[in-house]
């Protein structure tokens, strides 16, 4: 899981990382900023991360007008002092939001919550279309068919038939002995 920390407080922006790869040894910090205006250069350059920290208030300026310059589809989880921004929070990505001081058990419920997420709202995630990819179909091909002869029907293995052909809104099959049933 590569995880973007957006924090202005080193202090925070440290503790938050270590709480992360403490609960998630997998996960890779790929950068820890400090500003909105880094946040939107480094989300303009790079791959989009699998999950967004991000506190509210940044050293210049207020974290939802990163979301106003860039189009995250990242989910997010919020880090912040204050409550009064829950609400519009949740209009991009927010998938938590955590009230500082973060405490541990406040990030692995985010962290449990996020994967649930991924789990059963991203059918087609990459482990499924993995397990997609590498598991083969069954062939289930039909071995005979019953067609109308006359009054009557009749039972015609799928070796025996040559093609199948549509005249008018009626499909007919011939044989191998070119017999149109």
């Not at 202005?8 to 040894?25: H, K, N």
């Not at 949740?90 to 649930?116: H, M, Q, R």
């Not at 397990?131 to 019953?146: D, E, M, Q, S």
Request: hydrophobic share 45%.
């Amino acid at each position: 899981m590569n995880v973007l920390i957006i924090e202005d407080e080193q202090l925070a922006a440290e503790v938050l990382a270590s709480i992360i790869t403490r609960l998630r040894p997998q996960a890779t910090i790929m950068a820890s900023l400090g500003s909105v205006a880094e946040a939107v250069e480094w989300l303009t350059l790079h791959q989009a991360p699998d999950l967004i920290f991000c506190d509210i208030h940044l050293s210049d300026g207020n974290s939802f007008s990163i979301f106003q310059q860039v189009d995250v589809r990242s989910p997010v989880i919020f880090t912040t002092a204050y409550n009064e921004y829950a609400i519009e929070a949740f209009k991009v990505n927010s998938i938590d939001y955590l009230l500082k001081p973060i405490e541990a058990g406040e990030v692995a419920k985010a962290l449990k919550k996020y994967e649930e997420l991924q789990r059963h709202h991203l059918p087609y995630g990459l482990e499924n279309l993995q397990r997609l990819v590498h598991t083969p179909a069954p062939a289930t091909f039909r071995t005979r068919f019953l067609v109308k002869q006359g009054q009557g029907l009749k039972s015609v293995g799928a070796d025996e038939v040559a093609y199948f052909f549509a005249e008018e809104g009626v499909v007919f099959l011939v044989t191998k002995q070119g017999r149109g049933l």
